[in-house]
């Protein structure tokens, strides 16, 4: 078993955290910034840990690591520890065994997550066939999913929550644009692709509804 260590988090704080992990192993730090530098090193090293502080673990460019850890089988055999500030709260976020194996825990004193708003229905949301993009200010994004009062984009420029955008489906005169904001963001690090952000992005009730709606059916996907 590998003793390497790949520890993250705020380049203030790695200092603190090191002191508390097994002084005769190797450890490599990375300031919370440099995800997906981290990412590389942890794909080429395979270290037996990689440990980070809460506050990046619960960040969108945190969960996107973990995800990816989780999800690559070469990394099957890598634990990763989530460090809180307060080293009697450290806490397991993912643990796979050498069957591929996954728990979750959590320290009973912390506070539970908020609630995922990501699954709130106000209109039918229509699933969008592949290969159709859309313009979230001027940055093409595919097109996920669609509804009179949002939808869901995956691009490949920064999308934060709370941001202003302006959506346009189609072109020329028959464009449809749509004025809004980020609802929720993701950062996501797929396998083999380049990173991303996923967005939802709502605008509400608005007089491009009816345009909305006739892009949805036009472009919508052939569920089988």
């Given at each position: 078993m590998s003793s390497r260590i790949v520890l993250i988090g705020p380049a203030d704080?790695?200092?603190?955290?090191?002191?508390?992990?097994?002084p005769g192993a190797d450890v490599?730090?990375?300031?919370?910034?440099?995800?997906?530098?981290?990412?590389?090193?942890?794909i080429r090293t395979q270290p037996a840990l990689v440990a980070m502080q809460d506050d990046f673990a619960d960040s969108s460019r945190g969960q996107a690591l973990i995800n990816r850890i989780k999800d690559d089988a070469t990394l099957r055999d890598v634990e990763v520890r989530v460090m809180a500030k307060n080293a009697a709260k450290n806490r397991v976020a993912v643990k796979r065994g050498s069957h591929g194996s996954t728990t979750t825990a959590v320290a009973e004193d912390e506070a539970k997550p908020a609630l995922d708003l990501k699954g709130t229905r106000r209109a039918t949301r229509v699933r969008i066939k592949d290969g159709v993009e859309v313009s979230v200010d001027g940055n093409a994004a595919a097109l996920v999913d669609l509804s009179t009062v949002g939808a869901q984009v995956v691009s490949s420029t920064v999308l934060k929550p709370n941001q202003r955008v302006r959506v346009t489906m189609g072109d020329g005169k028959t464009a449809v644009k749509c004025a809004g904001s980020i609802a929720w963001a993701a950062f996501e690090m797929p396998k083999g692709m380049p990173t991303r952000y996923r967005a939802g992005i709502d605008w509400g009730l608005t007089p491009e509804g009816p345009g909305v709606d006739a892009f949805s059916k036009k472009n919508k996907?052939?569920?089988k």
């Open positions: 704080a790695l200092p603190d955290l090191q002191e508390r992990l097994d490599e730090t990375f300031a919370d910034s440099e995800a997906l530098e981290a990412l590389d090193h942890i996907k052939n569920e």
